[in-house]
Each structure stands twice: as C-alpha cells, then as structure tokens.
C-alpha cells in the first residue's frame, strides 16, 4: 500500500506546461502516421519513418500518467485519437474534392497521404492499445514502488504497451501480407527500435517529470482510480 499522499494541485491540470505537454503528445501522434509511409534502412532493418516521433508520444504519456495521474493521461489519449481521425477525414475529403486542371501533384497526393481501410484500422486499433496498457501499467507500477526507481516505471511500461503497439498493429495490417515469420520479424524489430528509444530517452524524462511536480505542485497517485479506459 502507498505511504505517500496524493499530491494534487487542481488548477495544475490547465497550466501551459500541462498544454505543452498534450501539444507534443498529439503532434508527435499525427506526424508519425504522416510520415510512416516512408520505409528507412537502419542497418540491415526496414522501419516506417514514423519510428523517428512516434515513440515520443509514449515518452510524453509516460509523463503524463507519471505527473497528472491516469485519469488526464486517459483524457489525452481520446484527445489523440479523435485529432488523429480528423486529420484523416480531411485529408480524405481533400483526396476526394477534384483537382485543379493545372495541377498534375494528385497520383503523389493519394500515394503518399491516402490510406487503406485495414491500415487505418491496425494504427487506429494499435495506438489505443498501447497508449492504455502503457498508461495503465505505470500508474500501476507508481503505487507498487511507492514513486520510487522512475525509470523502472517508464522502462517497463514502455516494453508492454510498445510490444503491444506493434503486435497489433502488424498482425492486423499485414496478416495475410507477410508470412508467420516475417510477421514476427518485423513486430521485434519495431518493438526493439522503439523500447530502445525510450530507454535513451530516460534521462530527459527524468528532467521533464521532476521538473513538473516541483513546479506544478502536482504528483498523483492513482489509488483510487477506475482504469476504464472509456470513463473519460
């Protein structure tokens, strides 16, 4: 049971650093799925060159759940998801509208900014996943360890939601596609790249998540919590 109190500040849920925060959760979220289109060689590995932001957005909800407390987290995954289906209803309806006669840029538009049913669906399905075992295993792993050993917290949510992520969204876009093997192959690639990406990243969510309870006064703990992940 956690000896420590619930520190809370309620105004701190609007601060600017609070707005920064969701800022740079959703834009990563967007830009990833923009520019994951492109496939990078890193090595001998093929990665869609979303993994350069994307695992951003599980650092920033990593700070998120760890400073505001799984309730805000959970409000800012739905925000995430719903930004992310507007930006892909207008970018529908913009591929739809018919092009200038002047303009000869539609065959790239589509290529590059259309998207198919089943991978929509696999990104959709894979970032709510992910975002809300990851969230959820922190909070989870803040009340265990009393607030102690952060980069366990982080580390180890990381690993689950990201393998999470990636299973899902694999399997569901590729199934079929790919054989079993591959399928694997490309699930541990991604899950490698993005857990290693987070572990790098641990001193500057160190910096981030003390510097925000100091300054916002606000450090929560999720004793009390419904973990439903529709109870927004």
Known sequence: MNTK?????????????????????VTSLLVANIIAVKLIAVGPWILP????IFPLSFI???????V???????????LGFACNLLAVLAI???????PAGFWDGQAAFERILGYTPRLLLASFLAYLVGEFVNAYVL????????????????????????LLDSAVFIT???????????????????????????AAATPLTYWVVNTLKRRE????????????????
């Open 5 to 25: 109190p619930q520190v809370h500040n309620p105004s701190a849920g609007h601060s600017t650093a609070f707005v920064l925060v969701v800022a740079g959760f």
């Open 49 to 52: 060159a979303g993994v350069i």
């Open 60 to 66: 920033l909800g990593d700070v998120l759940t760890e």
């Open 68 to 78: 505001y407390g799984y309730g805000r987290a959970r409000q800012v995954i739905w």
């Open 92 to 98: 529908a309806l913009a591929q739809a509208l018919p």
């Open 139 to 162: 909070a989870r792993m803040k009340i265990l360890t009393q607030g102690r050993w952060l980069w366990m917290r982080t580390i180890g949510s990381t690993l689950v939601g990201q």
């Open 172 to 198: 569901v876009a590729f199934t079929g596609v790919l054989p079993p093997e591959a399928l694997l192959v490309a699930i541990l690639v991604q899950w490698l790249a993005k857990s290693v990406y987070e």
């Open 217 to 232: 006064g606000v450090d929560v703990y999720d004793t009390q919590t419904n973990f439903n992940p529709l109870k927004v």
